[in-house]
């Protein structure tokens, strides 16, 4: 799935349930990039978009 083009609010992911999986997203330009509550299984989030750190990675800059 991909979601392109949100342009509103303050979260770019905002996960407020449990049981998700988070990964492979680039998120840029909120003030909060990702804000995901424990209990949720994701890939590393690194701010370096030219390093790869997991295949599963969440990117954020």
Do not use: C, Q
Not at 21 to 36: D, E, H, K, M
Not at 40 to 50: E, F, H, K, Q, V
């Amino acid at each position: 799935m991909s979601v392109e083009g949100l342009a509103s609010g303050n979260v770019g992911i905002d996960v407020t349930s449990v049981s998700n999986l988070i990964v492979r997203n680039l998120v840029s330009g909120f003030p909060t990039n990702y804000a995901i509550v424990p209990g949720n299984d994701m890939g590393p989030i690194t701010a370096s978009l030219g390093v790869a750190v997991s295949p599963w990675g969440n990117a954020s800059h």
